[in-house]
């Protein structure tokens, strides 16, 4: 087990990406609790994701931004050298073709600061979530 010395909780995996501290109560709190630089980055996902799920809410849920509609739909996350968009693994299997030069792993996809965002293909797969209902 691995303790994180700033907030002491206890993981698995050695350096495990987490939030420290209590979680942001909203998605602008938790924009502006990320460093500058990063900002606008998520505020581009936001607008993107927001655009094509007016009637979604917005809430925080495993302390990242969600959109929400009966269910988690989509998620996302600021880390140091990425946005992780989380779609679920339904999503990650069906958009595969398009995700070739993005890392994914089951039901997430990084998408480096080094790239400009993918935001079509980012309202693709909010689109796809929740009209699927394909989350996980």
Request: aromatic residues 12%.
């Amino acid at each position: 087990m691995w303790q994180c010395p700033k907030c002491g909780r206890e993981f698995k995996n050695t350096s495990q990406d987490h939030y420290c501290g209590e979680p942001p109560k909203t998605i602008d709190a938790y924009i502006a609790a990320q460093p500058e630089g990063v900002q606008p980055y998520l505020n581009q996902v936001r607008a993107t994701i927001r655009a094509v799920l007016p009637d979604a809410q917005e809430r925080i849920s495993w302390s990242m931004p969600t959109y929400w509609s009966k269910h988690n739909i989509i998620h996302f996350a600021a880390f140091k050298k990425h946005i992780g968009l989380y779609p679920g693994e339904k999503a990650v299997e069906y958009f595969t073709d398009r995700l070739t030069e993005y890392k994914t792993s089951k039901g997430a996809i990084q998408l480096p600061y080094s790239k400009p965002l993918p935001l079509e293909l980012i309202a693709e797969i909010a689109k796809w979530c929740y009209e699927t209902g394909k989350h996980h």
